[in-house]
Nanobody, 126 residues
Framework: QAQLVESGGGLVQPRGSLRLSCAAP????????MGWFRQAPGKEREFVAA????????YYGDSVKGRFTISRDNVKKTLYLQMDSLKAEDTAVYYC???????????????????WGQGTQVTVSS
């Protein structure tokens, strides 16, 4: 059974919004730092956003800063990515990732993360 399950992807017009979710029912969720990454066809995986285990600290990739918001609900064991003002270049498969931690740091490197979801497709097109 998958540790992380993304949902919420789909087709949206430019300047539209989507909210991605990542459910982690089997994890001790509050002990994990979380992140979102994306990968477009023919491109390398790109960091999107990250949040610490307590939810007090966040960090964003330059290409999404000011448009995307990462958040988490440790009771519901769910990670979110609110995506606003979407652009065609945001089209990609979006992955959530989890890293077990003993601190409250934010992690941004893909190699830091222990578990990955299967991905959800986001397509921005008119």
């Amino acid at each position: 059974q998958a540790q992380l399950v993304e949902s919420g992807g789909g087709l949206v017009q430019p300047r539209g919004s989507l909210r991605l979710s990542c459910a982690a029912p089997r994890l001790t969720f509050s002990a994990y730092a979380m992140g979102w990454f994306r990968q477009a066809p023919g491109k390398e995986r790109e960091f999107v956003a990250a949040i610490n285990s307590g939810g007090s600290g966040t960090y964003y990739g330059d290409s999404v800063k000011g448009r995307f918001t990462i958040s988490r609900d440790n009771v519901k064991k769910t990670l979110y990515l609110q995506m606003d003002s979407l652009k065609a270049e945001d089209t990609a498969v979006y992955y959530c990732a989890a890293k077990w931690v003993w601190n409250n740091d934010v992690y941004v490197a893909a190699n830091d993360f222990d578990s990955w979801g299967q991905g959800t497709q986001v397509t921005v097109s008119s």
